[in-house]
């Protein structure tokens, strides 16, 4: 079980907006500037176990694993999307930061909620609105990749 505030974002949350590029940004620790095109203060406000909420094409634009890997770091445990970029999806599976696919999720939690995620029973609970949603059953394999702590582990564990 994860559980943690949520911080909503809306649709085509991309891999520039996760996390940008450019001369503002040249040398920057990327966790400093998670989100910070679209919440400049967003790496300051979460903590350990938060949650991001998002609507769709989460992660969409580069293939960059620096925006999976960012908001690990940065504390977050997962990652709840309406929909998810393909190539996004498939790296945060690697680095084992759960990215969980629940259509109509930003009707369901809000800015600040307090949710609770079981990965095993697909169901977010809202513990500020006292509803629960569910999400995607997650693979088998994807769980296995999780429940390891990412691919890496993952394959050195079954070898």
């Known amino acids: 079980m994860m559980r943690g505030t949520a911080y909503v974002f809306g ?28 919440r400049p203060n967003f790496a300051a406000e979460v903590d350990e176990g938060d949650i991001i909420v998002a609507g769709e094409h989460f992660g969409s634009g580069s293939s960059r694993e620096t925006a999976p890997r960012a908001i690990q770091e940065a504390g977050i445990s997962a990652v709840v999307a309406e929909s998810f970029a393909r190539i996004y999806y498939r790296n945060s599976v690697n680095i084992g930061l759960p990215a969980l696919t629940c259509p109509g999720v930003t009707e369901h939690v809000s800015e600040e909620d307090e949710i609770e995620i079981g990965l095993g029973n697909g169901v977010i609970q809202n513990h500020t609105t006292g509803r629960d949603v569910e999400f995607e059953p997650l693979d088998d394999v994807v769980q296995s990749i999780y429940d390891a702590g990412g691919l890496f582990k993952y394959y050195h564990a079954t070898k």
């Open 11 to 38: 649709d085509e949350i991309n891999t520039d907006i996760i996390t940008p590029r450019g001369s503002d940004y040249v040398g920057a620790d990327l966790t400093d500037i998670l989100m910070s095109p679209v």
